[in-house]
């Protein structure tokens, strides 16, 4: 009885409220006079308004229009008035709204037959623009035609399909998780269009609106292997292409229920204060051309948010990063601008300084989704790592663990793209573990269902640790290759102008194992020992360290087989399989059961061109080890080959050229040419997955659980960077006494104990 009575008190609201005007769905009056103004003070949107209305004038000569023109053609007429574009869209709504179905024959063949599919969203979209746009030119007969047509052809199917509780047999994970969006959302956008000829279509627009708490909380299926819809910080796994056009139907359909009802109350998700950073922080800034993007999945190179900001900015979601990224997007690429909707809800931005950049952490990471990415600058034509390991399924590739990386413009480190779903190689080749940079055993790698069924223990990313010069991840791939490998762990480690990638791997049994690496551009093997990948002016080498170099000096591999070996492998190029593209193997140079393969990753730059970062292997027992030398500091990277779980009942202890520790990796940096035997000259420390660090019985750090921890101006005055368990103790070694630090960007109060020299700190969860 209560909510039949808030409907009753809802609708009279409406009628009372909007009987007297037309409020549009999205060319609504201020937009179109915003558009206006900005046409006189824009010559990019002027440039682009002129196209837009040349291109309408050329469809009047047309005979037969597609229902999207309407688009245009209502635009040009909600901006000029001109009664010859409304004519010519009345035409569109006459002849659709005589079919008998907008949905192709595929899916009505199925069984049982789908009658709303993508076919009838976008349709229902297009119809409901167009009708909108001229319904003050229409009669009373024919809104009233055209509005039980929509809802006959549009409307319902949708609803039946995927809404009705004694007709649906569609749930949020159908096709993925982008069709829901537009199928249930486009037929509430319709049902606002038809709101004053169809006395029902209030609801249902009212309940779809209402059912976004339950889409954007979609948390998945374990018995499908589905996951959950959005990531906790607002990714969308399926890749930016499906998170621009899921996320971008949801709120076109806010964005028109808003104007048409500004003072009826909506869902606001929290999801909505992330999704515009998402975009952010996976687009690739370049200067003067198009950006480009993480193109993970189902994807292109040149996909980017800026649709989905312009709305988010509309809806009332506004900042100045928001405003830069808009700008930066519309400056660079004018396809952002070409949409007749673009165009239209264009927003009023407000100036950005020349030199402003955004006040956002530098690297990310979607542990949900299993995303990450690292720049070091977010400059244009900076660098920029993509790390993925989490799901694998429908639009989601089978690459757990692979990463990809720009610099200086250009995408260098590739992912292999997609093509057309028609395409066989799409199946055979795009969504498979070839296509990607990724760890093979044995020739196989994931199992090649898994872009179908989905894995059921998905990968995953942790301890993103952010420094001024230091960053790592670590990206657990082992789940979907659990059929042949029991680890595979890869981790990243950027100091400087060097990427250390780090995989410790180990099988069921005794095989071959090698990484792949693909790319753009050209690539050689230079001076025996580097694979260089060059495009233009960007360039970076790759170095395999561990277990061994390629050959020395360009020896040939038939004499020195104890070397890593490099072969050449055919794949496709992204979104033309037409077109064959080489791409490296790196493998190793015997069968085993377990390996570590260390590689370095040289970025090359105007600064370092004539002096490269110097790169040394030193080795122990039981370790590994790489020093690193640029810019007047050396940085030693340890790997404990005792904590890669080959120690079952015992700490993985060890002692490390006089570095006494149980971590996995340990990292310490120390001015160029400074005593590295000495812990008062180090700079900086790392401690990945470790409990303690000691030197000549002096503890540097120390907790009874392990953490990972960076320690930032060691000498001078420590910051801390700490992931460890919520309750846990922790000392620190301070050269200069003091009652508190800075612990992961705020200031910690401990006890200094002058004997010991460290200050005692006690982390709570519930500080």
């Known amino acids: 009885m209560k909510t039949k009575f808030l409907f009753i008190a809802f609708c009279l609201a409406i009628i009372t409220s909007y009987a007297q005007q037309r409020n549009y769905l999205l060319y609504t009056d201020e937009n179109i006079e915003r558009l206006k103004e900005h046409i006189k003070s824009n010559e990019l949107i002027k440039k682009q308004w002129d196209e837009q209305y040349k291109k309408a004038k050329s469809l009047l000569k047309k005979d037969k229009l597609r229902s999207s023109d309407g688009l245009l053609l209502g635009l040009v007429f909600r901006m000029t008035g001109e009664e010859k574009f409304a004519s010519k869209i009345k035409d569109i709504l006459l002849d659709y709204t005589s079919k008998k179905t907008w949905e192709g024959k595929a899916l009505l063949g199925r069984n049982p037959p789908w009658k709303a599919g993508l076919g009838t969203s976008h349709t229902s979209y297009d119809i409901a623009v167009g009708f909108d746009c001229i319904y003050n030119y229409l009669t009373e007969e024919e809104k009233q035609q055209i509005a039980k047509a929509i809802v006959k052809i ?12 004694e007709t649906s047999y569609h749930t949020f994970d159908t096709m993925g998780h982008n069709w829901w969006s537009a199928c249930v959302y486009m037929a509430g956008f319709a049902s606002l269009a038809v709101r004053d000829e169809i006395p029902e279509a209030a609801k249902w627009a009212k309940d779809i609106e209402e059912l976004a708490v339950e889409w954007m909380n979609f948390s998945g299926s374990i018995l499908q292997n589905k996951p959950p819809t959005f990531d906790k910080d607002g990714g969308f796994y399926e890749s930016i292409n499906y998170a621009s056009y899921a996320t971008s139907q949801y709120l076109l359909f806010l964005s028109a229920y808003s104007n048409v009802w500004p003072n009826v109350s909506i869902y606001k998700s929290p999801i909505l204060d992330k999704i515009g950073d998402f975009f952010i922080n996976t687009t690739y800034y370049v200067k003067g051309e198009s950006d480009l993007a993480v193109n993970f999945g189902d994807s292109n190179i040149k996909a980017n948010g800026g649709n989905i900001l312009m709305l988010l900015w509309n809806l009332g979601y506004q900042n100045e990063a928001y405003a830069w990224y808009i700008n930066h997007l519309s400056k660079n690429d004018l396809k952002n601008l070409k949409s007749p909707v673009t165009l239209a809800l264009y927003p ?39 790390v993925k390991s989490g799901f694998s399924w429908n639009h989601a590739h089978a690459d757990v663990g692979s990463y990809i990386l720009f610099h200086k413009g250009k995408n260098l480190i590739i992912d292999s793209g997609n093509a057309s779903y028609l395409n066989s190689l799409y199946t055979e080749y795009y969504c498979q573990s070839e296509a990607h940079n990724v760890i093979f055993f044995n020739g196989k790698a994931q199992n090649r269902n898994d872009p179908y069924f989905g894995v059921v223990n998905s990968g995953s990313l942790h301890n993103m640790v952010e420094g001024e010069g230091f960053k790592y991840l670590l990206a657990n791939a082992t789940g ?33 194992f090698e990484w792949l690496l693909h790319y753009n551009g050209a690539s050689e093997l230079k001076g025996g020992i580097d694979l260089s990948i060059k495009e233009g002016d960007a360039k970076v080498l790759v170095r395999p360290l561990y ?119 340990t990292v310490l940096k120390f ?95 519930n500080e």
Not at 154 to 164: K, S
Request: charge should be negative; proline fraction near 5%; hydrophobic fraction near 35%.
């Open 547 to 665: 277990p061994e170099t390629f050959p020395p000096g360009g020896e040939r591999p038939h004499d020195f087989p104890e070397h890593m070996r490099l072969t050449e492998r055919i794949g496709y190029e992204d979104h033309h399989p037409e077109i064959k593209k080489p791409y490296w193997s790196i493998s190793h140079f015997e069968e085993t059961v377990r390996t570590k393969f260390i590689s370095a990753i040289i970025l090359e730059t105007e600064e370092n061109k004539n002096k490269l970062p110097v790169i040394e292997r030193f080795d122990g027992k039981n370790f590994l080890g790489v020093s690193i030398t640029q810019n007047g500091e050396t940085t030693q990277v340890y790997f404990n080959l005792l904590a890669d779980g080959r120690l079952k009942h015992r700490n993985s202890a060890i002692t490390m050229n006089g570095w006494e520790t149980d971590a996995y990796l």
């Open 480 to 512: 979907p290759y659990s059929q042949i490998l029991a680890r595979n762990y890869r981790n990243f480690i950027w100091v400087g102008d060097v990427i250390l990638v780090i995989d410790d791997l180990l099988a069921h049994e005794p095989g071959q």
């Open 154 to 165: 549009g409307i319902n199917p949708a609803r039946e399909d995927w809404l009705n509780p």
């Open 348 to 386: 009023n931005l407000p100036s950005i300084d020349s030199g402003y950049l955004p006040n956002m952490p530098k690297s990310h990471i979607y542990q949900d989704m299993g995303w990450a990415t690292m720049r070091n600058s977010w400059d244009d034509d900076a660098t920029m790592l993509a």
């Open 671 to 765: 001015k160029e040419n400074a005593d590295t035997s000495k812990h008062e000259n180090i700079e900086e420390f790392f401690i990945g997955h470790g409990s303690y660090l000691r030197r000549d019985e002096q503890v540097l750090i120390h907790a009874l659980s392990k953490y990972t921890a960076l320690v930032e101006n060691f000498a001078i005055n420590p910051s801390v960077v700490f992931q460890g368990q919520d309750n846990a103790d922790i000392s620190l070694h301070l050269l200069k006494e003091s009652t508190s630090i800075k612990l992961n960007g705020m200031l910690k109060n401990g006890n200094y104990n002058a004997e010991k020299k460290l200050i005692q700190l006690k982390i709570r969860g």
